[in-house]
């Protein structure tokens, strides 16, 4: 396991809800991301409280979270160590309502 494959993977497994995207929660730097936010927010997340990966501040955790997950996209959300998907199947979920069951009382 590399270096940033590791970091990627501490970071999951040390937080309930991680989101790997470009930018940050307060400034999204391209609209999935922005999307997952919003999506996120609709669900009761604080993202204060949402540890958020800016993938454009670090090439090899860019290319190692599509590796870790084996999902070529980012964004990509983690729920309780979990890969849950992109902003598509954010969408879906949340759509479905089955988003805030997975993010359930972590989220409020």
Known sequence: MSNAQQQIDELVKSNEIVLFMKGSANFPMCGFSGRSIQILKACGVDTKTLKT?????????????????????IPQLYVNGEFIGGSDIMMEMYESGELVKVLGGDAA
């Open 53 to 73: 990966v800016n993938v454009l501040e670090d090439e090899g955790v860019r290319q190692g979270i599509k590796e870790y997950s084996q999902w070529p996209t």
